[in-house]
């Protein structure tokens, strides 16, 4: 696939997400809840986020929320970012389906040259990906999204908990790239500070493991940087993998 046209410079609105609420992080019970205040009052939220979040849910850290009642709801508040290095972190994997379908949208010509159209959450065999990339010339590419909320220094890391999951994507686009398929991983990073991308072997040594197979393999991997102000998300052009995977 051809390098993507866009400069790094630029900084492009993607996608609209106004935040309900500021509020002050307390802690987190579960996997799935957070405990935030607000005015006096303890409330609860729904983290829609696989991962630990290390450095955005801390106690007594700025959180951004959206109010998103429904009758089957536990809550009516969700997570949308934490504060790090004095910017907001988009961190709800609710959100990357409708953000990464708005990108390409907009602008998939410029990320992915050549490319024509895309399914979402196409089926092979008995598995089902993110996408599927028809390009104007050559095969089409199977795609598998992350999403990115760590960072240490200027480095984005991949994953911030173990993965299994991670872990069988990049299996199943191994398997494809070793069946004559084009496939890739998109990876989108929310950190500003980044300049590369790595996985987080410290965290999941497997995963790194299988990230490295795959690029040895020709498994493509992009990773778009965004950021998000708390109205809107913004790309501001690709990070380069770190040279040491």
Same mark, same amino acid.
């Given at each position: 696939?051809?390098?993507?046209?866009?400069?790094?410079?630029? *900084? %492009?609105a993607v996608?609209?997400?106004?935040?309900?609420?500021?509020?002050?992080f307390v802690r987190r &019970?579960?996997?799935?809840?957070?405990?935030?205040? $607000?005015?006096?009052?303890?409330?609860?939220?729904?983290?829609?986020? &696989?991962?630990?979040?290390?450095?955005?849910?801390?106690?007594?850290?700025? %959180?951004?929320?959206?109010?998103?009642?429904? &009758? $089957?709801? *536990?809550?009516?508040?969700?997570?949308?970012?934490?504060?790090?290095?004095?910017?907001? @972190?988009?961190?709800?994997?609710?959100?990357?389906? *409708?953000?990464?379908?708005?990108?390409?949208?907009?602008?998939?010509?410029?990320?992915?040259?050549?490319?024509?159209?895309?399914?979402?959450?196409?089926?092979?065999?008995?598995?089902?990906?993110?996408?599927?990339?028809?390009?104007?010339?050559?095969?089409?590419?199977?795609?598998? #999204?992350?999403?990115?909320?760590?960072?240490?220094?200027?480095?984005?890391?991949?994953?911030?908990?173990?993965?299994?999951?991670?872990?069988?994507?990049?299996?199943?686009?191994?398997?494809?790239?070793?069946?004559?398929?084009?496939?890739?991983?998109?990876?989108?990073?929310? *950190?500003?500070?980044?300049?590369?991308?790595?996985?987080?072997?410290? %965290?999941?040594?497997?995963?790194?493991?299988?990230?490295?197979?795959? @690029?040895?393999?020709?498994?493509?991997?992009?990773?778009?940087?965004? /950021?998000?102000?708390? $109205?809107? #998300?913004?790309?501001?052009?690709?990070?380069?993998? /770190?040279?040491?995977?």
């Open positions: 696939m051809k390098h993507s046209s866009l400069r790094d410079s630029e *900084r %492009i996608f609209d997400l106004p935040a309900d609420l500021e509020a002050t &019970p579960n996997r799935f809840l957070a405990l935030f205040e $607000k005015d006096g009052r303890l409330l609860e939220a729904h983290v829609h986020d &696989p991962g630990r979040l290390p450095d955005l849910l801390l106690p007594g850290k700025k %959180i951004l929320l959206k109010y998103c009642p429904g &009758p $089957k709801r *536990r809550t009516s508040w969700s997570l949308l970012a934490g504060e790090a290095c004095g910017h907001w @972190v988009f961190a709800n994997s609710g959100y990357h389906r *409708r953000l990464s379908e708005k990108m390409l949208s907009l602008l998939g010509e410029e990320l992915f040259p050549g490319l024509k159209s895309f399914v979402a959450e196409p089926r092979l065999g008995n598995t089902r990906l993110d996408y599927l990339f028809e390009m104007e010339e050559g095969p089409p590419v199977y795609v598998e #999204i992350k999403g990115c909320t760590w960072a240490k220094g200027a480095c984005a890391l991949f994953p911030d908990a173990p993965t299994t999951r991670g872990q069988r994507h990049l299996r199943h686009l191994l398997e494809l790239k070793e069946k004559g398929f084009k496939a890739l991983l998109w990876v989108l990073c929310f *950190r500003k500070e980044a300049s590369c991308f790595r996985p987080a072997h410290e %965290i999941d040594p497997e995963f790194a493991r299988l990230l490295e197979e795959a @690029v040895e393999k020709g498994v493509e991997v992009k990773v778009s940087k965004l /950021c998000y102000d708390g $109205k809107k #998300i913004y790309l501001h052009g690709e990070l380069p993998l /770190c040279r040491k995977l």
